[in-house]
């Protein structure tokens, strides 16, 4: 394959799997998923991905993108990788509280430049992921039920679409792409740059308090009952968690089973406090860390894994959390089950995500997130995805569908549709059609080609 013509166009590297620097380039945070694609393009401006794009269209060749590998559900398997990590810029402007980011930027960087303006941003539970990835898949915030998803405040995509043209979409101008760009994953394009809200917020009241894992029935108890209290300023998830024997994980949860409470309050110490009671009440804490904090530190609420590691996830919706969906998640990740999954949370979601304009975000009308999620290492490794599959069949009588940066692994077409609400998946496919006709972004979360009868 000869790459000249294209090396000559692109201001980034364009790398062979024999060449210095591909491995790096291709690696993914969830090392599970190694790329083996014919071409990585590490894109430093827009039209080297729009060359990207033409030359893959030219050869007839499948193009994927990546930004961090977070959401590296599937191998990139030949074709071309745009990489987007050198599209790393960040223009905060203060007045207007809004931030203009690279494809590649992620929400460490954003929150951390924001943070020097006493600004936050609407970032998930770990500030590792890129923004963009995460806000083309609606993007589920700390404080989503406060401020809704982090797609409801984008303000502006740049794109490059599949058919190789490129765009500059407002929000709200009324257009197909702007539809399918809030919501619809890397459906239609490939997006080179982002504006969007930031949000007033300095700090907190949040954290996370660890129980033993055998007071898992009485906690989810609980906490169904708690997060009907909450107003919309106080995120809460639980998680079923399994750590395993490492030496850097603190000495009370290493190799233990435990229960991680996960709250965030906008508000002030006070009534936080008094919110949290009814769940601090249950029983005397392993660890107790909720507090005021700096919202740019919010990777102390979920303490996710902060390295490359090799792990499948599966998520579910579910509309509700009575007595019989907590019994059989008890039943499938429980203190009587030798559970290998890592970590299965259930996460509050509704208020301000509950609403919203016209977009391709799914769950909306969800109640909760379950999302499983469990390391593929020896011993447990082949017992993880088989776990994975049986805690979101499961979950069946209450499943409301997934949401896409939450699915996990895409099946067949019947399991990708699951990912956003029918009418939702229909006129998706629609707009991939119009936008990426020859299917070439067809890696990962990609809605199935429309038949042309
Ligand atoms: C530990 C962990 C915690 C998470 N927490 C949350 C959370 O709280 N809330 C939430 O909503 N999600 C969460 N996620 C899911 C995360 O948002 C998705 O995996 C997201 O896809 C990550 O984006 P990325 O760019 O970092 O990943 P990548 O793997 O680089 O990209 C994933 C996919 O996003 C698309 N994509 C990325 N960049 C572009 C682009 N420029 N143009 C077009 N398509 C693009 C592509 O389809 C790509 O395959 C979490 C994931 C992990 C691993």
Redesign the pocket.
Known sequence: MDISALAEQVEGPVLRPDDEGYADEVA???AARRHTPDVVVAARSADDVAAAVHWAAAHDLPI??????????VPIAGGVLVS?RG?DEITIDPERRTARIG?GV?WRALLDAAAGHGLGGL????S???V???T???????LGRRFGF?SDHVRSFD?VTGDGERHHVETGDGSELDWALRGG??NV????SMELDLIDVQDIYGGGIFWPGALAPTLLTVFAEWVETLPEEFSASIGLLRLPPLPDIPEPLRGRFTVHLRVAYLGDDAEGERLLAPMRDVAPPLIDMVGRMPYSELDRI?M??EHPMP?E?GGVLLRELGPQTIETILAQAGPDTESPLLLVEVRLLGGALARGGSDAVGGRDAAYSLFA?GVLMPPIAEAVPPAIQQIVAAMAPWSAGT?V??HGVPGDDADRARAWPVPTYERLQRAKASYDPANL?R???AVSVLDPA
């Open positions: 993914a945070f969830n994927g993108v990546q930004a961090t590998g977070h959401g590296a559900v987007t599209l494809a992620k970032c998930g539970s770990t590792d992921v890129g963009v990835g995460y083309l898949g609606g993007g589920l915030p700390v982090s794109v994953k890397g394009g490939i997006v080179t979920h996710d894994p792990f996830e999620v949401m940066n939450f972004l890696f990962g979360h």
